[in-house]
């Protein structure tokens, strides 16, 4: 640990992507510069602390981002470095290197957010400016390049920000919280953001501390108390919710069929009535056990049987059962395919657009909010679709909602057949019987993979089914957000769509409309996630080893760290792969000897390890009383 030198006895240090050091009533700055954070009249980044000569008697600082606030003089407030959504509260969005004055009278302390800024003034008033996507502001408006007043029913004496929410602490020590509320930061009794201040139902609070999405909270007595986002611990409590490599999964009796889908999980068992188990997220019945009751650990699919696939969307499960399919879960747009809109915590059984049961199915495949299938086998296949089609994802030359199984109409010249099948978030794609593949859809990321040199989405939404470009020989394909991903018969991966967070394994950050080579041999299987992608290699019988790359802000690529990879990673750990899945942001893989393992996001169960985010706040396990 290398030891920072200062002129004299820091007495309050504060760090985001530079240092802040007080002492002696100066500032010291010391690390990145890139918006002029640092204060040091430029953006050249120091190694060493260098005294900020603009502001004396400084008394609080705070730091977030690329942007730094600090109280000085009598009560004055200062900030400077990014401000492209208002933060520095100057009433323009221009990067300042210099502190500029922030004209709020009085200040006491200052708390700083991801793009916004908050300010306490000595008669306990709250004043918040910058970016307001989350209500973190206070109050409903989309932003504000000034301060405005947060309307607060008591006079507060302390005040804590996280990326993107607000709270504060009143003289009757009471909490008052407000904006971003996704991880049950601020309210444990809503998953909601909260655009003005809530009254908690916490009392005796002396002091609080807001990281990037949790909060600890001091009582008056020295407890201390935690709430939010535990992916990595954070709460103190001895458990997380992420995990960044695999990670015992549920005991089942192998697994022969794997789905994840937003936040939950499914798999068909290798037992005598080849029944379907889920876990995870059951806000909406997808896991068909007939609650709505959120479960860490497998629980049964009623009356399920003789299931040989099961496919998982955002908030809904499908199983493939003899030549039907049947589906549970969130229903709002048709994706359950039952001829209604409601919704279902049990299966139901899909119907044609006659309104029959859809006979003859051979694959399904989900995402998002709809579903296709293929009838038929081999090259005579046909894709029918349902759900959700505002993109015109059904193929069925409309826009309209479907909640009964529809044909894909494909153009003439466009390869016919269909082989395999994969549903994106508001796209789909199928291979083709000639080995090609053919997309519709949406194609603002360029998921449709037309070619069109760089233009991305200039065909807009409702695409209809269209060769992508440059593929030949392809056996495989999986979707699940806003990119694809195809294998061909050589053991190649070429994936294409949205790129921004290495989605495509290219070395690069772009979206493509062609095809990008990820791997140029020995994959045996594909599967996308909503914004990382896997491959088994040199699968076999025994199993394979496995690579993923893509986003991995949740440790969803499992290589032990939580860093998106732009080029394959090699799975920490892993070998004896016979087949995964991935979800929004977690993966799972059944090995040789039958055994789960999954990693990534399991705060709503859907690892299945028995661990499910707190809602409410939980004591951290100190090591002292």
């Not at 908690?200 to 986002?229: E, K, N």
């Amino acid at each position: 640990m290398a030891q920072v030198v200062l002129p004299a006895a820091a007495t309050a240090v504060t760090l985001a992507r530079s240092g802040i050091a007080i002492f002696d009533g100066s500032l010291a700055c010391w690390g990145a510069n890139e918006s002029g954070q640092r204060g040091g009249h430029g953006t050249s980044p120091s190694n060493t602390p260098i005294a900020i000569p603009d502001l004396a008697s400084v008394t609080a600082v705070a730091a977030a981002g690329s942007t730094t606030c600090a109280v000085y003089g009598d009560h004055q407030l200062a900030c400077w470095g990014n401000n492209d959504r208002g933060q520095l509260g100057d009433g323009t969005n221009q990067p300042k290197s210099v502190p500029t004055r922030v004209a709020i009278e009085g200040v006491a302390g200052v708390a700083a957010g991801a793009a916004s800024t908050c300010a306490l003034t000595v008669a306990g008033a709250v004043w918040c400016f910058g970016s307001n996507d989350h209500g973190q502001l206070g109050t409903p408006t989309e932003f504000s390049l000034t301060p405005i007043q947060v309307v607060l029913p008591a006079k507060a004496v302390a005040i804590a920000a996280g990326d993107r929410f607000v709270c504060a602490v009143d003289d009757a020590h009471q909490l008052w919280c407000w904006g971003d509320n996704s991880d049950f930061e601020v309210d444990a009794t809503a998953f909601e953001t909260r655009t003005v201040p809530v009254l908690l139902p916490y009392t005796d609070i002396a002091d609080i501390a807001a990281g990037r999405a949790h909060l600890c909270m001091r009582t008056q007595a020295g407890g201390v108390t935690c709430s939010g986002f535990n992916g990595r611990g954070e709460l103190g409590n001895g458990i997380r919710t992420t995990q960044g490599t695999p990670q015992p999964g549920p005991a089942v009796s192998g697994a022969v069929s794997l789905a994840a889908g937003a936040g939950h999980t499914c798999a068909v068992l290798d037992d005598d009535a080849r029944s379907v188990a889920c876990w995870g997220l059951n806000l909406a019945g997808q896991l068909g056990d007939g609650t709505r009751v959120t479960r860490a650990k497998p629980v049964a699919v009623l009356g399920v049987h003789g299931a040989s696939q099961v496919v998982a969307g955002t908030n809904h499960t499908c199983a493939l059962i003899g030549d039907t399919v049947e589906c549970w879960g969130l229903n709002g747009h048709g994706q359950l395919g039952d001829g209604t809109f409601d919704t279902h915590g049990v299966a139901r059984p899909v119907l044609d657009g006659a309104g029959h049961v859809l006979t003859g199915v051979t694959q399904i495949a989900a995402a998002g909010e709809h579903t296709c299938a293929i009838t038929g086998a081999g090259s005579a296949g046909v894709a029918v679709c349902w759900g959700q089609n505002g993109n015109g994802q059904n193929g069925n030359g409309k826009r309209d909602d479907s909640a009964v199984a529809l044909p894909v109409v494909v153009p003439a010249g466009v390869p016919v057949g269909a082989i395999a099948i994969a549903v994106g978030a508001a796209h789909a794609c199928a291979v083709a019987g000639d080995h090609t593949v053919v997309c519709w859809g949406d194609d603002f990321f360029s998921q449709i993979g037309r070619g069109l040199l760089g233009q991305g989405g200039a065909g807009g939404t409702a695409v209809p089914p269209t060769a992508v470009v440059m593929l030949q020989n392809i056996d495989q394909i999986s979707s699940h957000g806003l990119f694809t991903c195809a294998h061909s018969t050589a053991g190649a991966v070429s994936c294409w769509g949205v790129g921004g967070e290495g989605e495509l394994g290219n070395n690069g950050f772009f979206a493509s409309d062609v095809p990008q080579k990820t791997i140029a041999s020995g994959a045996t299987k594909v599967v996308t996630g909503g914004g990382h992608g896997c491959a088994i290699i040199n699968g076999g019988p025994a199993g394979g080893s496995l690579e993923c790359w893509g986003a991995s802000f949740l440790g969803q690529i499992g290589d032990g760290g939580y860093d998106n990879h732009l080029v394959p990673q090699p799975v920490t750990g892993l070998s004896g792969v016979v087949d995964l899945t991935a979800g929004d942001q977690h993966t799972c893989a059944r090995l040789a000897d039958g055994s789960l393992k999954c990693w990534g996001d399991g705060r709503a169960g859907e690892l299945g390890d028995g661990v499910i985010a707190p809602i409410a706040p939980v004591a951290p396990r100190l090591a002292c009383p």
